[in-house]
């Protein structure tokens, strides 16, 4: 059974910066693609960033340049360095997990892709 358990948020003033993690256990599928969504009250879950089995790496046009992932395979897990943050990256942050897919290729900040999710991690950044 894949766990994903997310860790790192908290309330920052605007231009501040947090680091998010999200540890990776039991995943068996090979070729993974692993990425973090966020979700505002209201609005619906967008993908911020990806990283497939190659290490090929996609952003969100709204975070690149202030946010960088990068991950450490000797402990299973995904970093998410978050710089300048806005106040509209107030979110429930989230780390997601699946097999690589064709769908996955094509689109891998679509949420749909992705088999396996984390419980999330507050992100409040204030102005």
């Known amino acids: 059974q894949v766990h994903l358990v997310e860790s790192g948020g908290g309330s920052v003033p605007a231009g501040g910066s947090l680091r998010l993690s999200c540890a990776a256990s039991g995943i068996t599928y090979k070729r993974v693609y692993m990425a973090w969504f966020r979700q505002a009250p209201g609005k619906e879950r967008e993908g911020v960033a990806s990283?497939?089995?190659?290490?090929?790496?996609n952003y969100a046009d709204s975070v690149k340049g202030r946010f960088t992932l990068f991950q450490d395979n000797a402990r299973n897990t995904l970093y998410l360095q978050m710089n300048n943050l806005k106040p509209d990256g107030t979110a429930m942050y989230y780390c997601a997990a699946g097999p690589t897919t064709a769908s996955l290729v094509v689109g891998p900040l679509r949420p749909t892709g992705y088999n396996d999710w984390g419980q999330g991690t507050q992100v409040t950044v204030s102005s």
């Open positions: 990283i497939g089995s190659a290490g090929s790496t």
